[in-house]
C-alpha cells in the first residue's frame, strides 16, 4: 500500500477513535448508573424473597437486574477497545517521535582518540561509583582506558585523579605529594582533579612546587552528571582537531562560579600550553611530551 494512503487510513482511524473516545466519556456515566441498578434491583428482589413478595414480582425484578448487569458488561467492553485503541495511536506517535529524535542526533564519529586516559582513585572505595560513572561516559573517546584498583596511578596521557587536597595544597592522606609530582611520575600531558576540594586548597595546590609540564585542572563542584558531560563534550572538540584552551572557552569561562551554565565548577591551569590531541600518527610524539 502507498505511504499516502497508508496515512489517510490512519488519518480515519485516528478520526473514528477519537469519536469513540468521546462517546466512551458518555457511556463512562451511564455505566455507572447501571451498575447501581443492577446492583440495586438484585438486592431489592433478595428482600423481597425473603419478606414474602410474590414471586413473579421478584423475578421482574432480578431479570431487570441482570439485563443491567449484561449491559454494564456490554459498555465495559466498549470503553476498553476504545481505551486499547487510543493506546496504539499513542504507541504509534511515540515511536515516530523516537524516530524523528533519532534522525535528528548529530552523526559521532566512531574514530577514537589515539591516546591513553586513566583514572586514579586515591580516595577509595566511598569514590567507587562516580569514578565508574566517568569512566563509563568518558573512556570511549579514548582507544585505551585504565581504571586499576584504588589507591593505584595509571599512566596515562590524560589522567583523571580523584584525590582530596589538604590544607597546604597535599594529596591526602598521604600529605607528601602535590599533584605536579603525579605529573612527573606519570608524565601526563593532562590531569584533572576530578574529586570536588575547596578553594583554599586548591590554591595552596597551585602554589607548591613541581614540573610545570601539563594542563591542570582543579573541580570546586562537580555538579553530578554535568561533570562527565562537560569532559566528554571538551575531549570531542578536541578530537575535532581544537587544542585544549579554545575548546575549554568554547564550553566554560575561566572564573570559578562565575557565568557557569550548568555544568560543573572547575579551574583550567594551562601550564602545558596549547595542548591538543594527536592523529593517529602523532600520539608517540604526544605521549613523550611533544606537544602538536
Not at 586514579?120 to 586499576?148: K, W, Y
Not at 596515562?156 to 603525579?182: C, H, M, N, W
Not at 606519570?186 to 602554589?207: F, G, L, P
Request: charged share 20%.
Amino acid at each position: 500500500m502507498p505511504e499516502q494512503e497508508k496515512s489517510e487510513d490512519f488519518k480515519k482511524y485516528i478520526e473514528s477513535t477519537l469519536a469513540r473516545a468521546r462517546l466512551a466519556k458518555t457511556i463512562a456515566k451511564f455505566q455507572v448508573a447501571a451498575i447501581v441498578i443492577c446492583f440495586g434491583s438484585l438486592a431489592f428482589a433478595v428482600w423481597l424473597k425473603f419478606s414474602g413478595g410474590r414471586s413473579d414480582a421478584i423475578m421482574v425484578i432480578a431479570g431487570f437486574g441482570s439485563c443491567m448487569g449484561f449491559l454494564t458488561y456490554a459498555l465495559g467492553k466498549f470503553i476498553e477497545k476504545t481505551q486499547a485503541r487510543l493506546g496504539e495511536i499513542k504507541r504509534a506517535f511515540d515511536e515516530a517521535d523516537r524516530r524523528k529524535s533519532a534522525s535528528a542526533m548529530p552523526v559521532v564519529s566512531t574514530v577514537r582518540i589515539p591516546l591513553t586516559i586513566g583514572f586514579a582513585n586515591l580516595i577509595g572505595e566511598s569514590m567507587t561509583s562516580t569514578v565508574n560513572d566517568d569512566v563509563h561516559a568518558i573512556s570511549g573517546l579514548f582507544q585505551r582506558s585504565i581504571a586499576p584498583p584504588p589507591h593505584q596511578i595509571p599512566r596515562a596521557e590524560v589522567l583523571f585523579v580523584y584525590a582530596k587536597l589538604g590544607e597546604d595544597g597535599t594529596i591526602t592522606p598521604e600529605g607528601k605529594s602535590g599533584i605536579r609530582q603525579i605529573v612527573q611520575m606519570t608524565n601526563s600531558a593532562i590531569v584533572i582533579v576530578a574529586a570536588a576540594n575547596s578553594a583554599d586548597s586548591i590554591q595552596k595546590a597551585m602554589e607548591l612546587p613541581g614540573p610545570k609540564t601539563a594542563n591542570l585542572v582543579f573541580t570546586f563542584d562537580r555538579n553530578g552528571q554535568e561533570f562527565a558531560k562537560f569532559f566528554h563534550a571538551l575531549f570531542q572538540k578536541m578530537c575535532g582537531g581544537k587544542e585544549m584552551l579554545a575548546a575549554w572557552v568554547e564550553l566554560a569561562p575561566q572564573i570559578p562560579g562565575g557565568g557557569s551554565t550548568g555544568g560543573p565548577q572547575t579551574l583550567l591551569v594551562a601550564e602545558g600550553g596549547k595542548i591538543a590531541f594527536p592523529s593517529a600518527a602523532g600520539s608517540q610524539a604526544f605521549a613523550e611530551g611533544g606537544r602538536p
